[in-house]
């Protein structure tokens, strides 16, 4: 899988950089919500757990991902402005139980 990054834009409001790429698997499944996070880390030279995924979508047949997310300079920056739902799916938070 080779991830290469469309555009970025740095966030200073929220204190994040938003990006959008483009993941090319031919041949290969579609990637995990967790693989991309550890590609575009290493691509950005950040730590996984800085990265979260807002989605990504693949094309039936063509063997790529395009996708939005969203790297934050501090964890706790980004479990203040991001849903918790988005939080639970890219491992980053527990999935809180509903009320009854």
Same mark, same amino acid.
């Given at each position: 899988?080779?991830?290469?990054?469309?555009?970025?834009?740095? +966030?200073? =409001?929220?204190?994040? #950089?938003?990006? +959008?790429?483009? %993941?090319?698997?031919?041949?290969?499944?579609?990637?995990?919500?967790? %693989?991309?996070?550890? /590609? &575009? %880390? @290493?691509? &950005?030279? $950040?730590?996984?757990?800085? =990265?979260? =995924?807002?989605?990504?979508?693949?094309?039936?047949?063509?063997? @790529?991902?395009?996708?939005?997310?969203? $790297?934050? +300079?501090?964890?706790? =920056? *980004?479990?203040?402005?991001?849903?918790?739902? #988005?939080? $639970?799916?890219?491992? &980053? *938070?527990? !999935? !809180? /139980?509903? !009320? *009854?």
């Amino acid at each position: 899988m080779k991830v290469d990054i469309v555009s970025k834009f740095e +966030n200073k =409001v929220l204190d994040r #950089i938003e990006v +959008n790429f483009k %993941a090319d698997h031919d041949g290969e499944p579609t990637p995990s919500r967790d %693989a991309i996070r550890t /590609a &575009l %880390a @290493s691509a &950005l030279g $950040v730590p996984k757990e800085s =990265v979260v =995924v807002d989605e990504m979508g693949s094309k039936y047949g063509i063997g @790529s991902t395009e996708g939005y997310a969203k $790297v934050y +300079n501090d964890v706790e =920056v *980004a479990k203040k402005y991001e849903k918790n739902y #988005i939080l $639970v799916r890219n491992g &980053l *938070a527990e !999935k !809180k /139980a509903k !009320k *009854a």
